[in-house]
């Protein structure tokens, strides 16, 4: 979750915490399906469980603020990807299926969708856990029911019409944990000030200047990694990159003389984040420039430093994709899209994105 | 929760459960008000505390079910009104001020809405309670934080800003319950046979049958009562009814000689109740004058016997009532109802009553 | 759990919830077991499951409380066991082994302990349950963990080492939960008004008073039954006594003119106990009589009818069984009793019974 | 809990989180003394308030663990006070009443029992909390009726009669958190690893060598700091450590060409951690002279070396100690020693301390 204990201190929650969670749902979700005389394999389950265990292992330190600060352009994904295909080699072949159906080219589709889709393990995991970790209950989701309600039909994933509110429920509770917890506005700063610290540290050390961090940490900084260099050796730098060596490196960083960098460390280590606010409407361009112009005069800071501290942002939410659709089946044996099938709830309106723009800007 | 224990085994709770619940509840957003510099005098809360342990001592056995079968046209809040007022005698005016919220005529209105509203304590707790006992995790609700984020704002309970999301969740959680766990068919044909065992006790008993029965329950199949003739003397008796009464009544009546009596009882008391089908249209005429016909036939029934097992049914429900609105209030004092606040849930359309219906008859 | 609502309102559940808990740890069990390659065969496993299942069938209306009062000197597992016996008929000798394994005769002897020893699937049900539904939290164990920690040594069920602390714990728990809950003396008294209410109506009807009960309580009213005459047509009307014939009995009872009866069923169904004061000392007989004089000059009672409302009685419990050992197995395959293992605790003291005695009588 | 995460992965709760629940179960414990009638003014609860909240700030990285590591002879308690004295400065003496509780200096000696005793509110929360973040369930303690049964009797902390069998549940859960949790093996030998890790960076720094390190954790490397020399600057600096700090040098140390602190280093990160064995007699001589050997021969190991390497330790834990007695109150206000007080448990045994010793070697 980032750096969302900072507003939920409870949620302490670990990666791997979620890694075990999932293989947990993924191992009901295969009994449900083989009850229901969806034929799996030993093997396939083997390769389901390896491909969940390890989806998310392409992540860096603090998941997803920094997937665009360390590399660019290069998804969490493709690195878990990488990663498998390490293990294939140390492990004899092992995990030519699990990840044959990460990469969709097995030829049983709905194997994907229990790995990567809108139902799949790995959400019914992070937002039950989320929700119970940050104590906002309304987050929380019957998991066990909608696994339950799993069934295959043309080798697609679906829930037996028996599940459709437990549907309906989880997409309402899956927008609310997006608007409370995911894009707190205080989670939302913080992350900004985070990646702006790698942005300006690899800017430093471009500029030649000599920062402290640890080894892997430092490679990142000095080496602009994209596709097209993300071989092996990287691969295994990007490994040792944790939590700690960020934490650490910015309590280092405190100490520099740059002002950027030694200010934005400090607004997080002590928890004394920029101003932000959150609405409906785009930032008026009016007001954004009178806070730069504020800050800059303040502090007699160029522009590009200015721009450290006082910017505006978007954030984004979908909470019904119909390029994926969730699939009611019918004791029939008819399948309806669950935004038809739903007897009353408008669940179309959850198929446009909503939009939400902030401004941060020091405290005055 | 009436039979629901049919389907829920685990809905083993009690009234008394609810009614503690709903005080502590009170005592929770009495001191949340107060915390927002509402003042609520130690007067007024002891009669919101009254008022509310009191809400529903009104009801008779089982509940909503016999609500109709007992008594004609009289309603529990009305019979919990009388039983407050023969208390408020026994207890030296003490419970003036309650009966004063209850009935609707204290002048701060916002009163009455902690007690019988679309957010009052009566929902935050049932709600809640039957979730848990039900085991439907889905319909958990946050009630400490809708209660949290509780204030009055011209003289009227609203919701603030920041609890939005969690009053969406609030209404789609409770639909749900609605349509999954009160509204599950096996307990609609439950309930339906149970008021059907009374209504024929009584017609029995009006064509000179002796039945036996507790002398309570004697009392309410002998005499006609309605809102004319409900005196002191009713409401003494009303008050020794109870489930105990009912169930023991219907284990001797599956010896009575009468075919309905004795079949309605022990369908209940076997739980092989009659079958049921539940949809989105209106059931045909045709279908129903079949079912009517067959087991009249097999049986050689009257019309009126057979009207007690084959029949068809309509339930509703309105998952949000405008006529009694949700107000949600921003930072800036501005009140909006929240089918208006929400910024993508079309919360409209929960305010379209859904109807589905039933249709019950014998397995063949 | 008897009467103990009166102290502990939450402790609704039913007998029902009891059996099907303890089904589920017996699967439990049986898969820990067979995962430690104990063979148990489907048709074992079946036979357990069902054996569990009914263990406790022969409980009458408020469980252990009336077990003495109804029918004479017949233990409910004697009871359960007919229950059995008449079901294997009418299904075809389905549980011929449930049965020869719930009387002990099955040659693999830890069949039984699983359905009745110290560490039974039956207490690691209901101290859970019954822990978590008083709200006592002290008294609940970790049944997962005991499951997890079963193993067969020498055809006896025992602990694995790593589990000697669970096991320490569970036995305080259940020490604990005997005297805090099972007998708080306000469900010791209740229980006691319970008894009486059984033995005087008994003693009325044997007087030739015609009371109002019904049909299947009444027969056990009129006629004396013991070992000798408990047959299939005593079963049949047994089955059909609940708790609802008991109550409802009562509330008839209250009007009846005995003095004895009247009062004590007030007593009950208005939670208006007797005094009770529990110590550890004998009740001396000096207050003992002083306490039934005293009664008994206020009304003008016989020596007969103050015993009913003044008695004194003795409660006592065994934490610990040495002739059902728990056995800790080492992983050298050594089996210490587990007041032998334990290296520290004094659990040996937990094998001395502990009495506590008790005097009720009316409040002055 | 130190490194405990190790073996119970769900075990990464914060020291914040303590710190919070902590204050938590004092307000509560304040509530139930005054509704006792025991006085406390509003300055009183602060400075309980404050002091609880602080108790454990002087607690460097990884708790315990390295207590010994960084400084000598330094308690964390002694720490904790420095910090307290400085912020009494910062916040204008208003810290001055909760340093003299903490000191046990203020004239009413139940305060220091709610913050340092054998029912002090710090175990009141870390059992409960550790019980749960670890699922060892028989840990879990009923903190909450604990603290309703407090009371104060001749300026002492007490438990009310009542709660002897909570007093007793609570000694026995505590120990076995010690044993089953605390010192589990694992923890152990992962404690022991770490601070040998220190140990010989200090030694190698000591010797000249240069570590890479942060400012903070360098400046523990480099001065030896005890009692005589912990002034404010040392203060600052100690303030400055966590766990980051460890780990990350940890991570670079790995890469150090010194054979102990590189292995040191990889055994805890990789999780692959010595052997140990746990036993209740001490360790033989032999025994450990032959591991040595094996390792010293192997790697060709100076003794000092091998001393990182292979090692005994003991282990030792007083599960109820006479010198701060638990005292129960009766309803005649006579105050007995809760070992005194249990009628059968013997709870004497729990006051004698029990010694385990364990020897750890690398795997061969």
Known sequence: M?????????????????????????????????????????????????????????????????????????????????????????????????????????HRKFFLQLIASQLDMDRLDYLKRDSFYTGVAEGNINSKRLIAMLNVKDDQLVIEEKGIYSVEKFLVARRLMYWQVYFHKTSLVAEQLLIRVLKRAKQLVDRGEKLPANPAL????????????????????????????????????????????????????????LKVKLQNEEISEDIFKEEQLKFQQKHNLSQEEVDYFVFKEKVSHLAYEHLDPIKILYKNGELKEVTQASDQFNLEALSKPVNKYYICHPKS
Request: proline share 1%.
């Open 218 to 273: 430092s490679f990142f900084l000095i080496h602009k990694i994209d596709k097209t260099n993300f071989d092996l050796k990287v691969l295994d730098t990007f490994s040792k990159l944790d939590d700690y060596d960020v934490v650490s490196a910015m309590k280092n960083w405190v100490e520099e003389k740059d002002f950027v960098l030694s200010n934005l460390c400090k607004m997080i280590l002590n928890r004394d984040l």
């Open 2 to 106: 980032g750096l969302s204990y900072l507003v939920y201190p409870g949620a302490h929650h670990s990666r791997l915490h979620h890694a075990l969670g999932c293989m947990h749902l993924m191992d009901q979700a295969v009994q449900v399906l083989r009850f229901k005389q969806i034929e799996i394999s030993e093997e396939e389950k083997e390769a389901l469980m390896i491909a969940i265990l390890l989806h998310d292992i392409g992540h860096g330190p603090f998941s997803h603020a920094l997937e665009q600060s360390l590399v660019e352009e290069v998804s969490h994904e493709s690195i878990s990807l990488r990663f498998m295909e390490k293990l294939n080699i140390e492990f004899n072949q092992r995990l030519t299926l699990a990840i044959k159906i990460f990469k969709g080219e097995y």
